[in-house]
Each structure stands twice: as C-alpha cells, then as structure tokens.
C-alpha cells in the first residue's frame, strides 16, 4: 500500500522471528467500492474478516508478469520489468522496538495456530 497511517498495523498476524512472510491477496477486479471498504476496515482490525481477502504465510514468492512491457516498484523503487523473487533469509537482522517487546497483539486466537498450519492455511 502506497499510504498507511504510522499507527495502522497492516500485518496483524507478522512474528518477528517465525521465518515467514505475510501474503495478502485480493480479487483486482473487485468493485472499487468493495476494496475501499477492505482498506478502511484495516484501521479497525476487520481487514482479516472479510470473504474477499486471502492471507498466507510464506517463505517466497516469484512474480512473472505477463505483459512485455510495463511498470515494476517495489518500496516506491523501479525495478527492471522482468521475473523477481523474494524469499527469507531467517535470522540475518536484528528487530528493535520501542519496548523491547512485540508490539502488536496479533489477530484474534492467532496464538493457538501452530507454524505449521500457518504455512498451509
């Protein structure tokens, strides 16, 4: 997402150190009204709720585009139109905060899910 409040925790259920990325999907060709709504509700914490939204945990992802021409950003960077992966590298960095603690709850009864139902959710 291009804007985000500095308070919004768009990633509800991201764990410092569980060696996964946080995957959201969406239908691209939902009513723009719909997906205004999905976005809106991200404040709220009810993003997760609704039917329209796929969220994974992963260790990758490729993108192929399948287009010859087009338009690449990633973090507001070009980047040469062309297949891209990203992938973990578990362990490579420190996390700090404010506290010294995880700052976000997490989505509602996240804590019973085992790693491995994460990743085949």
């Not at 985000?4 to 259920?13: E, G, S, V």
């Not at 578990?90 to 976000?104: P, T």
């Given at each position: 997402?291009?804007?985000?409040?500095?308070?919004?925790?768009?990633?509800?259920?991201?764990?410092?150190?569980?060696?996964?990325?946080?995957?959201?999907?969406?239908?691209?060709?939902?009513?723009?009204?719909?997906?205004l709504g999905m976005f809106?509700?991200?404040?709220?914490?009810?993003?997760f709720d609704s039917p329209?939204?796929?969220?994974?945990?992963?260790?990758?992802?490729?993108?192929?585009?399948?287009?010859?021409?087009?338009?690449?950003?990633?973090?507001?960077?070009?980047?040469?139109?062309?297949?891209?992966?990203?992938?973990?590298?578990?362990?490579?960095?420190?996390?700090?905060?404010?506290?010294?603690?995880?700052?976000?709850?997490?989505?509602?009864?996240?804590?019973?899910?085992?790693?491995?139902?994460?990743i085949h959710a």
């Open positions: 997402m291009a804007y985000m409040a500095p308070d919004t925790n768009m990633f509800q259920a991201a764990c410092i150190n569980d060696g996964l990325m946080d995957l959201v999907t969406f239908d691209g060709t939902l009513p723009i009204t719909t997906s809106l509700s991200v404040e709220s914490g009810k993003f329209h939204m796929s969220y994974k945990k992963i260790v990758a992802y490729r993108i192929t585009p399948r287009d010859k021409e087009g338009f690449i950003s990633i973090d507001g960077e070009r980047i040469p139109f062309a297949p891209f992966q990203a992938e973990i590298h578990k362990g490579m960095c420190k996390v700090l905060s404010k506290r010294g603690v995880y700052e976000a709850a997490g989505p509602r009864n996240w804590d019973r899910v085992t790693v491995a139902e994460r």
